[in-house]
């Protein structure tokens, strides 16, 4: 007998898969060049060079049964030793290689950090607006995700209900910032509250509440802002990381953990996400993708493209009387829709060969995403549609 739970997920389809498939058969039906696909966050611009350079010298030197054989079940000593010694530069912390567990991506590290930090009849909570999968990413643990509903003033943490929320039953708080979908950067101000009633609530409670922070567009970011780096501010930190974006590696999938040297049971969680591993069937990242990355882990391709895109999107949008928060980072933006069902705003958008994802999945009613990820000349040509949408329709 086939599992049901997963045949009925069949008939639960991601919106974003959804609505980026259809793009792609509209754009075999009028080409590629008149379709503007807003909704899949695939970054758009190259792969640095030095990457590729690197990956071909590795191919070329490293010996093959080296290279192409299994991995330690912990990733490369390598690759965690010049990702540890990376973060301790740049943040200031005191990581050492066993306290980094390399990942196929940030959804394979969120999903071996819930694990470590969670079981069955447990409470995960997070905040609207969310990525759409982290409910897939909960459900399979036993856990329960508890969604804080959304400060629209601002996209920061609605704190009054946060703190109605917590229980006996939260282990772990997981959060996104940069912010997908919405583009929001949890200010200095937001990480510190959340630090400060965590650390009374672990009090409290008498049992650690883990930090998940998922931050796969830490580079992205805007107007010379930066992002507080959370395990700075609270000591049961798990931060879970891709080079999908800052490399443009999405099919890679390569990222990791990185646990908080002052996390309680620090030298443990690593070889726990091992043992983790093995029930998951996730056996880390490939040996060559590891090499390639470790020694061109500082580096970003040039991600200014994605704020030349935000500005000229954010303008027009605000010319055309929408309602929207000014993203602080990642490739997304987040306005408010011209009527309340999001869902019939964004089908209404598909005749202007406009593709936008609706919010309701996202945890937010009555908004959409865009993901900007897409060449400039593209966003400049699509401003038109918008303007004949919005004119047309509304």
């Given amino acids: ?168 039953k939260t282990s772990a708080v997981l959060i996104n910032t940069p912010n997908n979908p919405s583009g929001a950067v949890y200010s200095e101000e937001t990480i510190k509250k959340l630090a400060h009633i965590l650390e009374l609530k672990q009090k409290e409670y008498n049992h650690e509440i883990f930090i998940i922070s998922d931050e796969p567009y830490r580079e992205i970011v805007f107007d010379n802002k930066t992002v507080p780096y959370v395990a700075k501010y609270y000591d049961n930190t798990l931060t879970c990381y891709s080079y999908s974006k800052s490399l443009s590696l999405p099919g890679e999938r390569i990222g990791y953990v990185a646990v908080n040297p002052n996390a309680k049971d620090s030298e443990y969680l690593v070889p726990m996400m091992g043992q983790i591993s093995r029930g998951l069937g996730h056996n880390n990242p490939s040996a060559l993708i590891m090499r390639g990355v470790e020694d061109v882990c500082d580096i970003t391709c040039d991600m200014s493209v994605y704020e030349t895109n935000m500005n000229l999107i954010y303008d027009k949008l605000i010319e055309l009387g929408f309602e929207v928060i000014r993203p602080g980072g990642t490739f997304y933006i987040f306005p408010k829709a011209l009527e309340e069902d999001a869902n019939a705003f964004c089908q209404k958008a598909l005749k202007y060969d406009l593709i936008f994802v609706p919010s309701d999945a996202f945890g937010v009613k009555g908004y959409f995403r865009m993901a900007y990820c897409i060449d400039t000349d593209k966003v400049k040509r699509s401003l038109k549609a918008l303007e004949r949408f919005v004119k047309e329709e509304y």
């Avoid at 793009?23 to 695939?42: H, M, P």
């Avoid at 990376?86 to 694990?115: V, W």
């Avoid at 447990?122 to 643990?141: K, M």
Wanted: glycine letters at 4%; hydrophobic letters at 35%; charged letters at 20%.
């Fill in 1 to 168: 007998m086939i599992n049901q739970q997963y045949k009925d997920m069949l008939n639960a389809r991601s919106p974003i898969r959804s609505f980026s498939e259809y793009a792609t058969k509209r754009a075999q039906e009028i080409g590629y060049e008149n379709v503007f696909d807003y909704s899949l966050g695939n970054p758009s611009q190259p792969v640095p060079n030095a990457y590729t350079e690197h990956t071909i010298d590795v191919l070329n030197n490293i010996p093959s049964n080296e290279l192409h054989g299994y991995s330690p079940t912990l990733g490369l000593p390598s690759y965690k030793e010049k990702i540890a010694q990376s973060l301790n530069k740049r943040f200031g912390i005191n990581y050492k290689a066993e306290h980094i567990f390399p990942t196929a991506g940030a959804a394979s590290a969120i999903a071996h950090a819930m694990r470590a930090v969670s079981k069955p009849g447990d409470e995960i909570i997070t905040f609207a607006p969310y990525f759409l999968e982290y409910q897939l990413y909960t459900a399979p643990t036993g856990a329960k995700l508890v969604v804080v509903d959304a400060d629209t003033s601002s996209f920061q943490i609605n704190f009054d209900q946060f703190e109605q929320l917590i229980n006996e």
